[in-house]
């Protein structure tokens, strides 16, 4: 069973990759929005700030699965992605 920690560090490894080769495998959204599902399922997530940006990441996983073009929808999305990777990353540290 994966701890909270360890679906952060994976969704952190997923969109940290997308972000800086500006390319997403459907499977990754997929798996993205499986994460927040189940971080957001168990109320494990304490951190308000990182509870405010699950919805954003699961939309942005959302719209992934259903993007035309995967490349620019990560460049489109360039600037939150890293917000969410910098957040993960600092609350995934405490």
Not at 5 to 24: K, M, P
Request: a negative charge.
């Amino acid at each position: 069973m994966l701890t909270v920690n360890d679906q952060l560090s994976v969704l952190y490894d997923i969109l940290t990759e997308q972000s800086e080769e500006c390319y997403a495998d459907i499977n990754e959204y997929k798996q993205i929005k499986r994460i927040i599902q189940t971080l957001m399922a168990k109320d494990s997530v304490t951190d308000e700030q990182l509870l405010s940006l699950l919805p954003e990441i699961y939309n942005y996983g959302i719209q992934g699965e259903n993007a035309q073009n995967l490349e620019e929808h990560i460049t489109t999305n360039k600037s939150n992605i890293e917000t969410w990777t910098s957040y993960i990353n600092q609350s995934n540290l405490e």
